[in-house]
């Protein structure tokens, strides 16, 4: 019986990572399903989803990602992205590589960013994509993102030419973002045409299943889901002997000196998963537990 651990998925175009997850929860036949790292509809590529306990591993799953995306320029949308209405389109076919790899220079390391109009983002309580569809204008927050590395990988000349790059980021940047801003520093207008998710929270897209594969899987009997533990590899561990880890499952402070500190995976001495902790002050402090010992 599948009760718990996670699955890659690779969400399909124009599915919303809440239609996956509800999708997942039927398949599965389970109520606790969730996901991280929210894609767009248009978007396709890797959706992290967790079952059963294991959606509570979620907010400790890392936060980097990777993408595989087009951006035309000469376009500007009310969404950044080919789903909106077109704003502008000029044709800027005098453009050239040397110029964008020029301007693609803006976006490395830790930049700052206007997330989309049309985004989950929050404003007093709202989302920003409601209140675009509702013609409301609100100050979008400004933010603080991180891009690790963009590698061009191919450039298409043409009235409206597109680019297409490799981009990984840490969490919170939004690539549809780039594209617009990229636009703007070339003063052509930019969109983002297209978008993969190669990488997302430790999982990636060779190893992703489809719906379909997901589907065969589980009616041939063979879908094994990814051990709860698997995707928190970035975090350091410590084992407790039996009598501290059942102290610890109790909510207990356990002493412990140890050369790691901060936020850490926790097993027993028969290396079982038992939680997350953190290392305060010669103190691991349960965070949660996972597997209650008995």
């Given at each position: 019986m599948l009760s718990q651990g996670f699955?890659?998925?690779?969400?399909?175009?124009?599915?919303?990572?809440?239609?996956?997850?509800?999708?997942?929860?039927?398949?599965?036949?389970l109520k606790r399903v969730g996901h991280a790292g929210t894609?767009?509809?248009?978007?396709?590529?890797?959706?992290?989803?967790?079952?059963?306990?294991?959606?509570?591993?979620?907010?400790?799953?890392?936060?980097?990602?990777?993408?595989?995306?087009?951006?035309?320029?000469?376009?500007?949308?009310?969404?950044d992205d080919l789903q909106g209405e077109i704003i502008n389109s000029q044709a800027c076919g005098e453009l050239?590589?040397?110029?964008?790899?020029?301007?693609?220079?803006?976006?490395?390391?830790?930049i700052e960013q206007i997330p989309p109009s049309y985004s989950a983002i929050q404003v007093d309580g709202k989302r920003l994509y409601d209140l675009a569809r509702q013609g409301k204008t609100v100050e979008v927050p400004v933010r603080t993102v991180e891009i690790f590395h963009?590698?061009?990988?191919?450039?298409?000349?043409?009235?409206?030419?597109?680019?297409?790059?490799?981009?990984?980021?840490?969490?919170?940047?939004?690539i549809r973002a780039i594209a617009r801003d990229l636009g703007e520093i070339l003063e052509t207008g930019g969109t983002l045409a297209a978008l993969?998710?190669?990488?997302?929270?430790?999982?990636?897209?060779?190893?992703?299943?489809?719906?379909?594969?997901?589907?065969?899987?589980?009616?041939?009997?063979?879908?094994?889901?990814?051990?709860?533990?698997?995707?928190?590899?970035?975090?350091?561990?410590?084992?407790?002997?039996?009598?501290?880890?059942?102290?610890?499952?109790?909510?207990?402070?356990?002493s412990l000196t140890v050369d790691v500190s901060g936020i850490v995976r926790v097993y027993d001495e028969d290396t079982r998963f038992i939680g997350i902790g953190e290392l305060q002050n010669e103190a691991l402090i349960p965070q949660m537990v996972f597997e209650p010992i008995s």
């Open positions: 699955l890659n998925l690779n969400k399909p175009f124009d599915w919303t990572s809440h239609d996956c997850v509800a999708r997942v929860r039927k398949l599965l036949r894609l767009d509809p248009a978007a396709t590529g890797v959706l992290p989803i967790a079952f059963g306990k294991a959606t509570r591993l979620l907010q400790y799953l890392p936060g980097n990602k990777a993408y595989k995306a087009t951006i035309r320029l000469g376009v500007r949308t009310t969404t050239n590589l040397a110029q964008v790899k020029t301007a693609l220079l803006k976006f490395q390391g830790k963009i590698e061009i990988l191919d450039w298409r000349q043409g009235d409206f030419p597109e680019l297409d790059v490799a981009i990984a980021c840490g969490s919170g940047t939004y993969t998710r190669s990488e997302s929270s430790g999982f990636y897209l060779t190893d992703s299943l489809t719906f379909t594969d997901l589907e065969t899987q589980l009616q041939a009997g063979t879908f094994q889901p990814i051990c709860v533990d698997a995707p928190l590899q970035h975090l350091p561990f410590v084992t407790l002997p039996l009598t501290s880890a059942r102290k610890w499952c109790q909510g207990q402070r356990i």
